[in-house]
């Protein structure tokens, strides 16, 4: 908790235009995250269909990759 109340201090203190870099970053960082989330789960919910595709002994040899 103590970290968050001195980033907040810090955050505060920082004049208005700095404080719009440090709100479009946070949004950045949440962007990516979701984005990372959603790249993450098309995967997972891919690898069943793909399972017949990637898992036959002619394609062992890219396994070793």
Same mark, same amino acid.
Request: aromatic share 10%.
């Given at each position: 908790?103590?970290?968050?109340?001195?980033?907040?201090?810090?955050?505060?203190?920082? =004049? *208005?235009?700095?404080?719009? *870099?440090?709100?479009?970053?946070?949004?950045?960082?949440?962007?990516?995250?979701?984005?990372?989330?959603? %790249?993450?789960?098309?995967?997972?919910?891919?690898? =069943? %269909?793909?399972? %017949?595709?990637?898992?036959?002994?002619?394609?062992?040899?890219?396994?070793?990759?």
């Amino acid at each position: 908790m103590a970290r968050s109340v001195s980033l907040i201090e810090k955050i505060k203190a920082l =004049p *208005e235009d700095r404080i719009d *870099e440090v709100e479009d970053f946070i949004d950045f960082l949440v962007a990516r995250s979701q984005d990372r989330a959603l %790249a993450k789960g098309f995967a997972e919910a891919s690898a =069943p %269909a793909f399972a %017949a595709v990637w898992g036959n002994p002619d394609d062992d040899a890219y396994d070793a990759l």
